[in-house]
């Protein structure tokens, strides 16, 4: 606090800057950056998409029950939006849910949850209802990401028609800017 002729004249802290959601949902603007990579105009464009159509019902297929309530799943939630997970290759890092379930983890509240506070809720979820193997298991794989590993990724064909589709869309971003 200063005093200039008998004004007191408080200085406050600027505010902080409020966790803007521009960093709190920095990891669907990477996904989106990723799903540019792979040809994609967005993360809507992906879910309407053949690669989101296969890898989903894939999913839903081999795991018909929501992991938290054992009702039928119908909706694939990313626990994380690495190319591999996007595109199936790590179909370990998805989880398919009810809608209720899926509802319950994105939203805290009427609040969009970022996805790490997402996937969060879903682990405390899944740690009450006892879910321990599939606990470690995710733990697992996603230690495996974070140490590289992307051997299967290289091998796959998936990844190379993303690939070529990514290049293809350059292509056309190029011929247009220039036409
Ligand atoms: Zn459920």
Same mark, same amino acid.
């Given at each position: 606090?200063? =005093?200039?002729?008998? &004004? $007191?004249?408080?200085?406050?802290?600027?505010?902080?800057?409020?966790?803007?959601?521009?960093?709190?949902?920095?990891?669907?603007?990477r996904? +989106?950056?990723?799903?540019?990579?792979?040809?994609? %105009?967005?993360?809507?464009?992906?879910?309407?998409?053949? #690669? &989101?159509?296969?890898?989903?019902? #894939?999913?839903? @297929?081999?795991?018909?029950q929501?992991?938290?309530?054992?009702?039928?799943?119908?909706?694939?939630?990313?626990?994380?939006?690495s190319?591999?997970?996007?595109?199936?290759? @790590?179909?370990?890092?998805?989880?398919?849910?009810?809608?209720?379930?899926?509802? $319950?983890?994105e939203? #805290?509240?009427?609040?969009?949850?970022?996805?790490?506070?997402?996937?969060?809720?879903?682990? @405390?979820l899944?740690?009450? %209802?006892?879910?321990?193997? &599939?606990? +470690?298991?995710?733990?697992?794989?996603?230690?495996?990401?974070?140490?590289?590993?992307?051997?299967?990724?290289?091998?796959?064909?998936?990844?190379?028609?993303?690939?070529?589709?990514?290049?293809?869309?350059?292509e056309? =971003?190029?011929r247009?800017?220039?036409?």
């Amino acid at each position: 606090m200063v =005093i200039v002729g008998g &004004w $007191r004249l408080k200085y406050k802290k600027p505010p902080k800057p409020k966790k803007s959601d521009g960093k709190k949902f920095k990891e669907y603007r990477r996904r +989106n950056d990723k799903l540019s990579q792979l040809g994609y %105009a967005g993360y809507a464009e992906y879910l309407k998409g053949d #690669d &989101w159509k296969r890898v989903r019902e #894939d999913k839903l @297929r081999r795991f018909p029950q929501c992991l938290l309530c054992e009702r039928v799943a119908n909706q694939v939630h990313h626990l994380d939006y690495s190319h591999e997970v996007l595109l199936g290759l @790590r179909p370990q890092l998805l989880v398919t849910l009810c809608g209720d379930c899926h509802e $319950r983890i994105e939203f #805290d509240g009427g609040e969009k949850r970022s996805l790490p506070e997402a996937n969060a809720e879903l682990r @405390r979820l899944a740690h009450e %209802a006892g879910l321990t193997r &599939w606990l +470690n298991m995710v733990k697992q794989h996603s230690a495996k990401r974070r140490s590289g590993k992307k051997a299967r990724a290289k091998s796959s064909p998936y990844l190379y028609a993303a690939a070529r589709r990514a290049a293809e869309y350059q292509e056309r =971003i190029r011929r247009e800017a220039h036409g």
